[in-house]
């Protein structure tokens, strides 16, 4: 079994700066996530981190309307 891998990105939405956490097992498998200094609470899934980062705006985006 491959031990999980974690990073810690920012993204930016709205002109604010969002710390997100995202891990994975494998670059092949998929990318997990969420959002930490947004309150964002949903956990988001996809198969790129690319992907991913790209959710987790759109959750914070509809989360601060």
């Known amino acids: ?15 604010k700066r969002y710390l997100c956490s ?12 969420k959002g930490l200094e947004s309150g964002l609470t949903k956990l988001c899934y996809a198969v790129s981190k690319e992907g991913l980062l790209k959710k987790i705006s759109m959750q914070i985006a509809a989360e601060s309307k």
Not at 22 to 33: A, M, N, P, Q, T
């Open 1 to 15: 079994m491959l031990a999980k891998k974690e990073e810690y990105v920012q993204i930016e939405v709205g002109g």
């Open 22 to 33: 995202v891990w994975y097992k494998s670059r092949d498998i998929l990318w997990y996530g």
